[in-house]
């Protein structure tokens, strides 16, 4: 029986997006894995993770946005083939700029803990920031050197 095209195209892309950033593409498990651990919606199991992986499934909307964040596409190429499959230029870091994957995988790490210890990743997350304030900025630099 012959897959249909969808499927299968989305496969390859999906392929092409993993080894672009080193991911090994031949683990469902560690897929499902890095994906939940990303994802803030219903979680997959490492058998739809494996549909993907065999071209025999495409993720429905959401769950595609979350895998093109993470691999740095766009979700319309991820899903269809169409347009770049670079996302749009980011501005530069600061306040209000959008977040990189590995950002976005340590909040979802962050809300998998207690109530306490969000507080104390939050407390901590502001009291470096007010250390990094007090710092002297470099000339030609955004960010203050951290001390070693």
């Not at 095209?5 to 080193?22: A, M, N, T, V």
């Not at 219903?42 to 964040?69: D, E, F, N």
Request: glycine share 6%; with cysteine; charged share 25%.
């Amino acid at each position: 029986m012959r897959l249909p095209i969808e499927p299968d195209s989305f496969r390859q892309r999906l392929l092409q997006g993993l080894r672009k950033i080193g991911f090994p593409p031949d683990s469902p498990t560690a897929l499902a894995r890095e994906f939940n651990r990303r994802h803030s919606g219903t979680p997959v199991t490492v058998h739809a993770a494996r549909r993907w992986l065999l071209g025999q499934a495409v993720p429905t909307q959401g769950k595609l946005r979350s895998i093109a964040l993470w691999l740095e596409v766009s979700p319309e190429w991820l899903r269809f083939g169409h347009s770049s499959p670079m996302p749009q230029a980011r501005p530069a870091r600061g306040r209000g700029a959008p977040l990189d994957p590995a950002d976005l995988a340590l909040l979802a790490d962050i809300g998998l803990l207690c109530d306490a210890d969000q507080r104390l990743a939050r407390d901590f997350v502001h009291a470096l920031f007010k250390l990094q304030t007090k710092r002297p900025r470099t000339a030609g630099t955004r960010r203050p050197p951290c001390p070693m």
